[in-house]
T-cell receptor, first 113, second 113 residues
Framework: EAQVTQNPRYLITVTGKKLTVTCSQNMNHEYMSWYRQDPGLGLRQIYYSMNVEVTDKGDVPEGYKVSRKEKRNFPLILESPSPNQTSLYFC????????????FGPGTRLTVT | GESVGLHLPTLSVQEGDNSIINCAYSNSASDYFIWYKQESGKGPQFIIDIRSNMDKRQGQRVTVLLNKTVKHLSLQIAATQPGDSAVYFCAENPMNTGNQFYFGTGTSLTVIP
């Protein structure tokens, strides 16, 4: 089954404790992206990647890091989480730059206390 | 940053009626637009897309209309069903931002049986 998976689905952590949210897709997609979703603000793009070893900042990259060492994986790293990073995070992938349907993962609800 | 807005935060329709969800965008350089559906507890799901060289595109029970003159996008759902109850987002991909996507805040559609 074609899908985007994220882990963990739920995470409660404390300020300053480094964490990684994993994202994996099994569709051989070139493009992957991370979004955060907050009430009243909609989905905002954090980082995206056009291919292996190619990453670019989205609209709200501050406080986040990403890496794309393999085509299928695109982890989101919070080196020193803060309470304002409490949010619902979605990973997504799509075939490539030419367009195509963007597939979203099920979401990771992160709470930073 | 980009501004992608929706005219109404909530919409209630009777089962079997047609639904129209509207979206305004601000970037004249946007050339690709997408509508997504998000059910409670799930990630956004692609519904239909349209490029700026088109005014209208039809899918199964859905139609997207694009008016570039007034920078307006709409999603029409024919014969709305209870399973259509969800939050609907429009998103734009401006040419001058590479592969960034900007999402609206969403309209919550409730279908009354």
């Amino acid at each position: 089954e074609a899908q985007v998976t994220q882990n963990p689905r739920y995470l409660i952590t404390v300020t300053g404790k480094k964490l990684t949210v994993t994202c994996s897709q099994n569709m051989n997609h070139e493009y992957m992206s991370w979004y955060r979703q907050d009430p009243g603000l909609g989905l905002r793009q954090i980082y995206y990647s056009m291919n292996v070893e190619v990453t670019d900042k989205g609209d709200v990259p501050e406080g986040y890091k990403v890496s794309r060492k393999e085509k299928r994986n695109f982890p989101l790293i919070l080196e020193s989480p803060s309470p304002n990073q409490t949010s619902l995070y979605f990973c997504a992938s799509r075939p490539g730059q030419g367009g195509g349907e963007q597939y979203f993962g099920p979401g990771t609800r992160l709470t930073v206390t | 940053g980009e501004s992608v807005g929706l005219h109404l935060p909530t919409l209630s329709v009777q089962e079997g009626d047609n639904s129209i969800i509207n979206c305004a965008y601000s970037n004249s350089a946007s050339d690709y637009f997408i509508w997504y559906k998000q059910e409670s507890g799930k990630g956004p799901q692609f519904i239909i897309d349209i490029r700026s060289n088109m005014d209208k595109r039809q899918g199964q029970r859905v139609t997207v209309l694009l008016n570039k003159t007034v920078k307006h996008l709409s999603l029409q759902i024919a014969a709305t069903q209870p399973g259509d109850s969800a939050v609907y987002f429009c998103a734009e991909n401006p040419m001058n931002t590479g592969n960034q996507f900007y999402f609206g805040t969403g309209t919550s559609l409730t279908v009354i049986p």
